[in-house]
């Protein structure tokens, strides 16, 4: 047995020892005074990972082709890897919570555990590996979900996206069934050239799709992201609305292009209505929001449907613009999330009223706050908008025009809700609900730092962008 | 004769058995119990088209594995969220938990 | 180091500089300091230029040009004409007015305003489609908090639709921009370099379409103004000033820079749909404002009718007309910032803006009156007054055009100035003239030094302007040739 | 002549002088700087008439113009600007002096007469301002720079009716006069803009050389609703000169003007900016005589009508004031018709000459009834005829200068009137007898309204006044024995050797029938005045409820100003403003609103579909999998 084609999975390798290392620590610390020092570790080993997920890495696949390796995964598992990193620096104040303290450990391992998936997703070169990595990012994220185990809108939240997660994955096995049974194979190289517009080609094709698009949480297969996002603990909020949704859409890039990249002509309509549906639907839901985790769970559903939007056009300058577009997103949200638990963690309160008069009492979270949804609006110089321009640029370069416009009314929408925080914060007097004045914790305000200035400089300095896009080129076909 | 379409007819009623199922239970088990009908009929599925089309290799059998594998730590999960949710709200009937909505 | 840039990082610095201090002193000092460097970069701008101009014959000057992101051809390409160093000129000079007039305000306003300027600042100086927006939203963006946290009455109501409507007109801007770069052959966000390409007429169509109504929200386009009347009248003085006086010009530049530039057979040929929207604009906006008791809806209103002009006289493609349209956002500039400003004076000590609430304030506060006729006297367009120069130059050209249908329009929207006449003088008479009518405001006083200073700057502008206005009217008309040329082409 | 620039600039930099510096000087430094101020033009002015008539006479046998200063002001296009000049030919200089002259009075006259006045200083720099505008109007070498001064003594004028901006009726009238005009005014620019486009060039030089005749030649071809374009421009520049000479129906504005100090009424409505309008369209004469002959026709009637209709109105009216305003109104009429009625070359520019003639005597003359008015008027502190009588005992200078006055304007010999009178009236006599015997008819109202203004002041009932009225001081009877004086001598000028619209001399006679008869309608006015006022009795009161429904239509001034208002404020007010401003907040405003409700309402509504329960979410899931399938499969 040949155990070298293991070392192309450097990446993979480094997490799972993380989740050991991570394991072992909390099982055997677990009730000690060690355990102080776990989220310390935790991070630290996750800023390990980080960096050395920009080392140089070699290209290729292993395993007669199920797991493949090049620069645009390396870069796909590095914007998940900063994302984890962030969830991480910003969970550590709420796990501290004396009802949480016990299981506080074990946050971390699952978190680890499903980034593993999530890798695996990425880095699938066969259906079945990517299942399975779609499957070990869900599943312990319900746990996630469900991590307050004392509210009841925490239990909410896990047991509706263990059962949307067990249909959804469903339905999408039952789509890979078919287009095995249309293919006889699970390869992607293989599919692709056997891609035929047979009926059942179709129909697992649709199939499969949904549960990527589950994921992604595109209009109409987003029902459970609000319930979950609201009633879920901001980490978790945070982690599925930004670093699950990204390898969703990363593995939806891959396998649209790589895979059905034959069928374009079929799913691009498909693709194109649930766009926009997505982002109207996401919209108009989310104008008259009064908790704030329920609001950014349809403001995250909109945003996918802007992602959607590099993804429909499988051009380089789409693939580009969608990672750079969720590299920014990600440090928008994040930075959102991690006010937002600041004042969770500070208040217990999520709803907007509990923002009022915020930059009176804590000017710096508001700031950042009005950042954060600046970015998401697209407003320059901050990240957003480089990052929408690209996105709405891809689509343009292909001509299509009507698409790019109705994006753009829409962030229009967007932007009537994104002022309402702002509005809030900035021009409401802090009422009741509002939280005094308070100081954030250490690691959080590390992670908000981060967030700031990636939504700063990722925009102004061509450099990340053009990094992408370098990486970018020539991967696809 | 039982040809592959037979199975094939099998399988996509158990599927629309499970969300059928899924649909109309009010007990959040007996919607697990539907789910577990969905992933079955897709096992079978597998198996089917292995076995009738492609008998060279074994990729659908092994899917198949992996999916039960799967589906039972699926279950596991569920039920442990289940019997959270049964302690919270004394309750596992699925119309019950919908505090968030709209 | 480019001097253009110049513009864009001083506010920048005097915004970083702000974010250091909060003592009223420390934030006075920046912000004179940096709006009064501003305003001496602008006037330095705008002698070199002379100089250069001299010597050049480059359409555009102080060219610099850096590479940004390679795969869009998106470069930061600055440079500027004769539009754009009048256009710099202007917003230096009621930005640091606006200073004046928002005296007492705070670190965190003085914070926004910089924001503002800088977007305004880049906006002129850029020759880059993608920087030139990008700018017009950084100056579109603070006044949803300019207005929403230091404005009055129905400030919220009124900061949120201007800021969606403007918002919306950009959302139209993008979409014309990325169509402008793509269907040009995706080689260029270049202005002068796209000038040069061709756009096939088919999509010109839709393309002029999208990008005049996108600015043309902000020109106070008909029937997209209605921001204007609430924004303008819940902004604090000195945002008011600097909406009206510079922001609502970022509209009519972009009108002719990208849509007519770009794009001169559509212009051509889809001129008269807007020239009836703007021409009813001009009216249209002269009747509204005829009975509004509001001093600041009064001003909106004719803010309405003065930009509708500016955009009427750009569709009238011709030299002159155009001409004038510059020198009139130039001279409405001058003006609105000169309304709003004295119109904050008398608010800030009467507390109403009424008209029906006041009376006979020429015999309490003087010097704010004086100047209020003075400014009156501008809008209606009398000679010696900027607003005359203006005004004539734009009917003039448009009744250059031989045929029935542009003279008539013309003809109509002359008759604005009737109108005009008839708003200023019924506010001047119900405000400043006749009996005092409260007589607390017997004990007001006058307009304070550094509102002395404001409304005395944006005086002398306005009275050089329309004194000697050949000075800023030739190097208006000299940069309007390549415009011209290009319209000829086709 | 290079000199002649200073006859406007002085003005001017005392304008700069008293409005900056009114804060540091005291009144009556301001009063005497600005009488100085105003003397140096007037003597230049006289310098000029001297040189340009008299001494240089390098013109000679042809009054042309000559452009002393010249600069382009602005550049609208490669073959069009404005330039900013002095043009000096007969016309123009005689407009110098008359405007210099009558305003240096008004200047020593205000001395006296706005003593103590708040605003004192600021009187004489809109005075000095107003002299500025109109020396610039009158040297105008184009007509854009006519149209920019034009402009500008409107605003002066309304700055100076509103001097007293405390008092509502003053707004109110400065208000009216500035927006009358204004609308006048545009007319006047639409004039300019067709006239200019067809013609290349605002010059008027260039416009009205009548060799080229490039008015008539070019815009021959263009016509619009039947009329030629040259109509239409000339008939609009009438509308201009109509505002601000207060022809019918634009007049409303004038006699509201008398809200004024009375001194300004004197200068600017009386004797100089309101026969602006007559000037434009001498200016212009050759244009509208053989571009636009059917103006001229329509001058002709309109100048008719009003000389008629005002001299009627006056008749009623017992606000002293408003009868020399009305008065005024119907002798620019006069000036109007004589413009009207004039043809080309020798003794056919009679009555262009006599027009110009009859404003170069009717300024002096209404200048000085306007500040003998002025000088009762601030004794009696009342504009009132009914407070007034007997007055000749108690201001001797009043009463003489006064009467000259009254005498010249009826058209008694020796004095001014009577000759610019008796040519214009011969004029109309050879262009048709009717226009003779309307102007011949409003004379003799003339002379009644005048006498009865005339014997009401000064004779009438001898009343008992709480404080005895008393002689103006000498400032201001001293301006009034020099108009006086004017009055007297003016009449001799031989001014069809100076003054004619092919600008070449010519010489003219009395025509003695002609004046007979305007001699004899004129006595008789008199004498029916005298019998009626020059005791106090019931006779007037008598011949009012006699002609009561004519009596009170003429009071009202026939309900003109009524007419106006309900077009101002009932249509453009109520019927235009108003719905314009609910279209715009509810319509326009409205549908944006929508717009952002809209989506609100969408929002609530769709709501529902988020039920919160899985299995709603699950049906959703499946059916749209399903549904998604089958469109594709079927698409």
């Not at chain 1, 999520?350 to 508001?366: E, S």
């Not at chain 3, 700057?457 to 040329?485: H, N």
């Amino acid at each position: 047995m040949d155990f070298s084609n293991f070392l192309m999975m450097h990446q993979e390798l480094g997490l799972l020892s993380i989740f050991v290392i991570l394991l072992f620590f909390d099982i055997l610390a677990s009730g000690t005074r060690y355990m102080r020092w776990f989220r310390a570790v935790a991070v630290g080993l996750m800023s390990l990972q980080t960096i050395f997920g920009f080392f140089p890495m070699p290209e290729g696949a292993a395993f007669g082709g199920m797991y493949v390796t090049s620069d645009l995964t390396v870069l796909m598992k590095n914007v998940l890897n900063i994302g984890t990193l962030i969830v991480f620096m910003q969970a550590g104040r709420w796990l501290r919570q004396p009802e949480n303290s016990i299981r506080e450990g074990e946050f971390y391992v699952i978190a680890t555990a499903t980034l593993l998936g999530m890798y695996l997703m990425v880095s699938s070169g066969n259906f079945m590996l990517l299942y399975i990595g779609i499957e070990i990012a869900s599943l312990p994220a319900a746990c996630l979900a469900a991590f307050n185990k004392y509210k009841e809108k925490s239990a909410e939240a896990g047991a509706k996206y263990i059962l949307m997660t067990a249909l959804s994955s469903g339905v999408m096995m039952f789509g890979l069934s078919y287009l095995y049974g249309a293919m006889g194979t699970m390869y992607f190289a293989d599919m692709s050239l056997g891609v035929a517009l047979e009926p059942m080609t179709i129909l697992g094709f649709v199939f499969f799709f949904s549960g990527l698009a589950f994921k992604i949480s595109l209009v109409p297969f987003h029902m459970w992201a609000p319930d979950v996002y609201e009633g879920g603990p901001t980490a978790t909020t945070a982690y599925l609305s930004v670093v699950s949704k990204a390898a969703a859409v990363f593995a939806l890039l891959l396998t649209l292009h790589h895979v059905f990249g034959g069928m374009a002509h079929v799913w691009y309509y498909m693709l194109w209505v649930l766009t926009v549906a997505t982002i109207v639907i996401g919209n108009l839901f989310a104008v008259r929001q009064k908790d704030i985790k329920r609001f950014f769970a349809y403001s995250s559903i909109s945003q996918a449907g802007y992602i959607m939007l590099g993804v429909l056009h499988g051009t380089e300058m789409g693939l580009s613009a969608t990672i750079y577009y969720i590299f920014v997103y990600l440090f928008s949200n994040l930075a959102a999330f991690g006010v937002i638990a600041s004042l969770e963690n500070r208040s217990g309160q999520t709803d907007i009223a509990a923002y009022n008069g915020l930059y009176k009492t804590n000017p710096k979270l508001a700031l950042v706050m009005m950042l954060a949804v600046f970015s998401l609006a697209g407003i320059p110089p901050l990240g957003g908008f480089f990052s929408k321009f690209f996105i709405f640029a891809s689509s343009a370069a292909e001509g299509d025009y009507v698409l790019v416009f109705i994006a753009t009314i829409n962030t229009v929408i967007s932007l009537y809700y994104y002022l309402r925080i702002v509005k809030a914060m900035f021009i409401n007097s802090p009422g009741e609900d509002s939280v005094g004045p308070f100081k954030t914790d250490g690691f959080n305000r590390a992670s908000l730092v981060i967030c700031v200035a990636g939504i700063l400089f990722t925009g102004i300095l061509s450099g990340c962008y053009s990094y992408i896009s370098a990486v970018g080129f020539g991967l696809i076909q | 004769m039982v040809t592959m379409e037979h199975y094939l007819i099998v399988s996509s009623i158990m599927f629309f058995v499970g969300v059928y199922g899924f649909i109309t239970r009010k007990n959040l088990l007996a919607v697990l119990i539907s789910i577990e009908l969905i992933l079955n009929s897709v096992e079978i599925n597998f198996c089917v088209f292995n076995r009738f089309l492609y008998p060279e290799h074994m990729e659908g059998m092994f899917f198949s594995l992996f999916g039960i594998a799967i589906s039972a730590a699926e279950t596991a999960v569920a039920i442990a969220i289940i019997i959270n949710v049964y302690r919270i709200a004394n309750n596992i009937d699925v119309r019950h938990i919908d505090k968030m909505k709209y | 180091m480019n001097i253009l840039s110049l513009l864009v990082i001083i506010p920048l610095a005097t915004l970083l500089l702000l974010l250091l201090g909060k003592g009223q002193k420390y934030v006075r000092g920046v912000v004179v300091g940096g709006f009064g460097l501003l305003l001496l970069s602008a006037v330095i701008l705008a002698v070199l230029f002379l100089h250069e101009r001299a010597v050049s014959d480059a359409a555009m000057l102080f060219v610099a040009d850096t590479l940004w992101y390679a795969p869009l051809n998106i470069h930061y390409a600055v440079g500027v004409d004769g539009i754009s160093v009048v256009m710099i000129l202007l917003s230096a000079v009621v930005g640091f007015t606006g200073v004046f007039s928002a005296w007492n305000m705070n670190r965190d306003f003085f914070a926004w305003y910089c924001l503002l300027a800088i977007g305004v600042f880049g906006y002129f100086i850029s020759l880059d489609l993608f920087t030139m927006f990008m700018f017009y939203e950084v100056a579109l963006i603070p006044m949803f908090l300019l207005i929403g946290v230091w404005g009055t009455g129905k400030k919220e109501y009124a900061a949120m639709k201007l800021t969606l409507m403007l918002m919306a007109g950009s959302a139209l801007l993008l979409t014309g921009i990325l169509g402008i770069y793509f269907i040009s052959g995706g080689t260029t966000m270049n202005i002068m370099e796209l000038s040069q390409l061709h756009i096939p007429m088919t999509h010109q169509y839709w393309i002029f379409c999208l990008v005049f109504i996108g600015f043309g929200v902000l020109g106070a386009l008909f029937p997209f103004h209605t921001w204007s009347p609430d924004g303008h009248a819940s902004a604090p003085t000195s945002v008011s000033m600097l909406h009206a006086g510079v922001l609502m010009k970022l509209g009519g530049y972009g009108c002719f820079r990208v849509a007519i530039f770009l794009m001169p057979e559509a212009a051509h040929e889809l001129s008269w749909i807007f020239l009836i929207l703007t021409g009813i604009g001009v009216v249209y906006g002269a009747y509204g404002a005829v009975l509004q008791t509001d001093l600041k809806y009064i001003n909106a209103y004719s803010s309405v009718s003065h930009c509708g002009l500016v955009l009427f006289a750009i569709l009238m493609l011709n030299h002159t007309a155009m001409t004038g349209a510059v020198l009139q956002m130039l001279s409405h500039g001058l003006m609105t910032a000169l309304f709003f400003s004295l119109i904050g004076v008398i608010y800030s000590r009467t507390h109403t803006r009424d008209i029906r609430e006041m009376g006979g304030l020429m015999r309490i506060m003087p010097f704010a009156s004086v100047c209020y006729v003075i400014a009156g006297f501008a809008s209606l367009g009398l000679p010696g007054l900027s607003g005359f120069v203006a005004e004539m130059t734009v009917f003039v050209g448009s009744f250059e055009h031989a045929d029935m249908f542009h003279r008539v329009l013309t003809v109509l929207a002359t008759t604005s100035i009737v109108i005009t006449a008839v708003y200023i003088l019924r506010t001047v008479g119900k405000v400043l003239y006749g009996p005092v009518v409260n007589s607390d405001h017997l004990k007001l006083d006058d307009a304070h030094w550094y509102e002395k200073i404001s409304a005395v700057a944006l005086i002398a502008c306005i009275v050089i302007i329309g004194v000697w206005p050949s000075g800023v009217q030739g190097i208006i008309y000299d940069s309007l040739a390549p415009v011209m040329k290009q319209l000829t082409l086709f | 002549m290079g000199f002649t620039v200073f006859i406007i600039l002085i003005p001017l930099v005392m304008f700069l002088l008293l409005s900056f510096g009114s804060k540091w000087l005291r009144p009556r430094a301001a009063g005497v700087i600005g009488t100085l101020g105003m003397t140096i033009p007037a003597l230049l002015s006289y310098y000029t008439a001297y040189r340009y008539f008299l001494a240089d006479a390098y013109v000679w046998p042809v009054w042309g113009p000559i452009n002393t200063f010249s600069m382009e002001w602005l550049r609208f296009s490669d073959n069009l600007s404005i330039e900013m000049g002095v043009m000096l030919d007969s016309i123009s200089i005689m407009m110098l002096v008359v405007v210099t002259t009558v305003s240096l009075m008004v200047h020593i006259y205000s001395l006296g007469y706005m003593k103590g006045e708040r605003g004192f200083q600021r009187y004489y720099a809109l005075l000095s301002l107003f002299s500025f505008s109109m020396l610039g109007l009158v040297v105008a070498t184009n007509i854009f720079q006519m149209y920019i001064f034009w402009e500008l003594v409107g605003a002066s004028s309304y700055l100076l009716i509103g001097f007293y901006y405390t008092r509502p009726e003053a707004v109110a009238a400065s208000k009216k006069a500035f927006i009358v005009t204004r609308f006048a005014d545009l007319g006047f620019l639409i004039g300019i803009l067709i006239l200019s486009y067809y013609t290349g060039t605002f010059d008027f030089n260039k416009i009205m050389d009548v060799e080229a005749d490039l008015a008539v030649t070019t815009m021959a071809g263009s016509s619009f609703l039947g009329l030629s374009a040259a109509t239409w421009a000339m008939a609009l520049i009438f509308m201009g000169a109509a505002g601000k000479s207060a022809m019918f129906p634009l007049h409303i504005w004038l006699p509201d003007a008398m809200e004024g100090p009375t001194p300004v009424s004197a200068l600017i409505h009386a004797a100089t900016m309101v026969v602006a309008g007559v000037y434009l369209i001498a200016r212009m004469f050759p244009v509208y005589l053989f571009a636009a002959p059917d103006v001229l026709t329509l001058i002709t009637y309109v100048g008719l009508f009003t000389a008629l209709f005002a001299a009627l109105i006056a008749i009623t009216q017992t606000d002293i004031k408003r009868v020399l305003a009305f008065s005024t109104i119907s002798q620019i009429a006069y000036m109007m018709v004589a413009l009207g009625v004039s043809g080309y070359g020798g003794d056919f520019g009679e009555g262009y000459t006599y027009s110009m003639f009859h404003l170069f005597t009717h300024a002096f003359f209404k200048a000085l009834l306007f500040l003998g008015a002025g000088a009762v008027i601030h004794t009696i502190h009342s504009n009132e005829m009914e407070v007034m009588g007997g007055l000749r005992k108690y201001m001797p200078i009043t009463h003489i200068t006064f009467l000259i006055a009254c005498l010249s304007i009826s058209g008694i010999p020796p004095f001014s009137g009577f000759f610019s009178k008796d040519g214009i009236l011969s004029a109309a006599l050879r262009y048709e007898p009717f226009v003779f015997g309307v102007l011949l008819f409003t004379a003799g109202l003339t002379a009644f309204y005048m006498f009865r203004l005339y014997f009401r002041i000064f004779w009438g009932v001898d009343r008992q006044y709480e404080k005895p009225p008393h002689e103006a001081p000498k400032s201001m009877t001293i301006p009034l024995i020099v108009l006086a004086v004017l009055t007297c001598v003016t009449g001799f000028i031989p001014f069809s050797f100076y003054v004619s619209p092919d600008i070449r001399p010519y010489e003219v006679y009395i025509h003695w029938p002609v004046a007979l008869s305007s001699i004899v309608v004129g006595g008789i006015g008199i004498f029916i005045a005298m019998w009626f006022y020059r005791k106090a009795s019931d006779r007037p009161a008598h011949l009012a409820a006699k002609l009561s429904g004519f009596w009170k239509a003429a009071y009202h001034r026939f309900y003109i100003d009524d007419v106006w208002m309900f077009i101002t404020k009932k249509i453009i007010f109520r019927g235009i403003s108003g719905p314009v401003a609910w279209f715009d907040r509810h319509v326009v405003d409205g549908t944006m609103n929508v717009l952002g409700t809209g989506t609100l309402k969408t929002s609530e509504a769709i709501k529902g579909s988020q039920t919160g329960r899985v299995q709603t979410y699950a049906v959703v899931f499946v059916l749209s999998v399903m549904v998604i399938t089958v469109l594709v499969l079927v698409l």
